[in-house]
């Protein structure tokens, strides 16, 4: 099918100013004709670059975790990429970031019933974790669901042991509370080091690293696996102490893990960078319509589909635009942000940076939360902006998707946060689940993303190619449309 947009109804449609005139054309006549050039790449299985050009550099350098050399490496390939392309205007930005360190990690229970009785319990160190020392910490370990059991348990249970946080996989915002907060509550009660069971609801064994804010004590996830054991030892040890006439109870002990990290942390060490891709417009080039994704991963996996996948959406949706006949009026601004996954540098820079401009930005919007089959995005903006939206969205993006609009009371991804808070009509871009085909809950993110986010696991193969290409053309078609509005 080649025309998906009747620009007869097209021109009915009133959004922004009165259109110019585009030798003879009607403006909003030419857009309706650049987004069906778009759309008719939706379907073309042919073009694998958004995929290939992700897998080239991911291959070539591995993870992107902000400040470190595979970082620095991974912009200079962008930067040399989008050189290639005329019509782009490509920079770095300064941003100052910590550097953290994992280096060498384990953890290890005993459990003197088995053979040999010293069992690996594949753990991740948590992002901004101090260090255990070089002999580590060994400590009983006693599993929480919750902050309140945390307290309920208080000082005399907690002191000199190992908490763990259990709680099972709900959201990631349910969830994800334990790991930034979990080491700076258990240190209240006396806890020498935390451990958080993974935030995913599906595990093969996989732990999922993360941040979590800087404790005098470490932290480190394990897997789900792993946690279900420790609570089933303690519950049983528990047992036995009421009531020793259980049967095996003298073989029940308290669950006792050896936690040794290595970790280390510089404060503002590393001056790194954004990456900026512009495509000028037309005619009004000093308004701006921002696509983005972040460019840092953690140092686990490469990275590919957090967020490797949405940057490149962005950067291949500025391509496909690249090579169509006509511009749009305003500037299309790529931006792959730094920091994302520790404390946001990059776009505080990129505010401060840019802090006289903001005003130009018409719109932004970030990709963050996997890039399966497209479905819509969480918009931050006024009702009038919204209504607008979603009238487009129906109007162009019913065939590939990424269409549906929903009103976010927040700002809707975390790099375009200031944005959004300074006044700009802000979108987060959102896929359906990638194995259920689910429409995305509130508060954004998908079941089927969290099996592979924060792991070894996320490598190239997460992604579809298919799919990365309907991600792009859908962010192409909302950069073209907002930009020619
Ligand atoms: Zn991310």
């Known amino acids: ?39 008719d790449n939706a379907g073309n299985v042919n073009d694998t670059s958004v995929w290939d050009s992700l897998a080239e550099m991911t291959d070539l350098y591995g993870h992107r975790m902000t400040g470190h050399i595979q970082y620095d490496r991974s912009v200079s390939w962008v930067i040399g990429d989008a050189k290639r392309y005329p019509s782009f205007t490509a920079w770095e930005e300064p941003v100052t970031v910590n550097v953290w360190n994992r280096n060498t990690e384990y953890a290890q229970m005993n459990i003197p019933t088995r053979s040999p009785p010293t069992v690996d319990l594949p753990m991740l160190g948590l992002g901004q974790s101090i260090g255990t020392g070089p002999e580590g910490i060994e400590a009983d370990v006693i599993p929480v669901e919750t902050f309140e059991d945390l307290e309920a348990l208080g000082n005399s249970t907690i002191a000199g042991n190992i908490v763990l946080f259990c709680a099972d996989f709900v959201s990631y915002r349910d969830n994800a509370k334990y790991r930034f907060s979990g080491a700076s509550m258990a240190e209240k009660y006396g806890a020498v080091a935390v451990l958080v069971q993974s935030i995913t609801g599906y595990s093969l064994m996989t732990p999922h690293t993360g941040a979590m804010n800087p404790a005098s004590i470490p932290g480190a996830a394990i897997t789900i696996e792993d946690s279900k054991l420790i609570q089933r030892m303690y519950n049983r040890y528990n047992e036995a102490q009421k009531n020793p006439s259980i049967p095996n109870s003298e073989k029940f002990i308290k669950p006792r893990v050896k936690l040794v990290m290595n970790a280390e942390s510089y404060e503002n060490a590393k001056v790194s960078s954004n990456i900026i891709i512009d495509l000028k417009g037309s005619d009004k080039s000093d308004e701006i319509v921002l696509i983005s994704g972040h460019f840092d991963s953690w140092d686990v996996g490469v990275g590919a589909m957090d967020d490797g996948g949405g940057a490149f959406s ?16 305003r500037t299309i601004r790529v931006v792959m942000w730094n920091n994302e996954e520790t404390l946001g540098r990059g776009m505080y820079a990129y505010t401060e940076a840019h802090k006289d401009e903001i005003s130009k930005h018409i719109f932004a919007m970030e990709s963050d939360v996997g890039n399966f089959n497209p479905w819509g995005m969480q918009v931050m903006g006024t009702d009038d902006a919204i209504a607008k939206l979603d009238a487009l969205g129906k109007m162009f993006l019913t065939t590939v998707g990424g269409g549906n ?34 429409i995305p809950l509130v508060p954004a993110g998908t079941e089927g993303y969290f099996r592979f986010h924060h792991t070894q696991a996320d490598r190239m193969e997460v992604l579809d190619k298919n799919q990365l290409r309907a991600n792009s053309v859908a962010m192409a078609v909302w950069a073209y449309i907002l930009a020619d509005q």
């Open 405 to 438: 609009i929903t009103k976010s009371d927040d700002p809707p991804d975390a790099d375009i946060e200031t944005l959004c808070n300074m006044g700009v009509t802000c979108g987060g871009f959102e896929p359906l689940d990638k194995y259920t085909q689910a």
């Open 314 to 329: 962005a950067y291949g949706a500025l391509k496909m635009i690249a090579n169509l006949p006509a511009r749009p009026s």
């Open 1 to 39: 099918m080649k025309s998906y947009v009747n620009v007869c109804f097209l021109a009915i449609l009133a959004f922004g100013d009165a259109s110019p005139v585009y030798g003879g054309t009607d403006m909003k006549v030419r857009s309706a004709q650049m987004v069906n050039l778009l759309l």
